[in-house]
């Protein structure tokens, strides 16, 4: 999970409290621990996080955006 950075995801580190509960990471092909440093800012932040491959994370994604709910989505085009 290279590509997934503290740089990358400044956008969602940079919200509001609040603003994002949830952050989808969809990994590529398949399922990726997220890098504990990046786990560790997002807990310290209240932000939940799901690794999973990345076309899971895309449904994943459009179902909670239509029930409302405040995610994001960090994705890793799958090879």
Known sequence: MNDVTLE???KVFS???GEVELLLIGAGERL???P???KSLLQAKSIRSDPMATAH???TYN???GEKR???AA???AM
């Open 63 to 65: 179902i909670l955006l």
């Open 8 to 10: 990358a995801l400044e």
């Open 15 to 17: 919200q509001p409290p």
């Open 57 to 59: 994370a895309v449904s």
């Open 36 to 38: 504990s440093d990046i």
């Open 32 to 34: 990726v621990p997220i």
């Open 70 to 72: 405040k995610v994001a």
């Open 75 to 77: 994705l890793i085009a």
